[in-house]
């Protein structure tokens, strides 16, 4: 696979910079709805247990799509 054709690249530097940025944004936005979840225990009455099982089934689901598109997009190249 080769680069772009006009010879436009990231120095290292920025490079880094836009890796590192693209990880805290998908670490950050993986982890959004943790927070909101001890609201909806209160406001439905939920117990520790089922709120456990909602953010698994979060975890599972979140899981699954990365896996499954993410492994698609990579065999295409894109």
Do not use: H, K, N
Not at 41 to 63: D, H, K, N, P, Q
């Amino acid at each position: 696979m080769s680069g772009p054709r006009d010879g436009r690249r990231l120095g290292r530097g920025a490079a880094f910079a836009v890796l590192a940025c693209a990880t805290v944004v998908m670490m950050a936005t993986a982890s959004a709805p943790s927070p909101i979840y001890p609201l909806y225990r209160e406001r439905w009455g939920l117990s520790v247990t089922m709120l456990t099982v909602i953010f698994v089934v979060y975890v599972v689901g979140l899981l699954g799509a990365l896996l499954t598109v993410g492994a698609g997009r990579a065999s295409r190249g894109a």
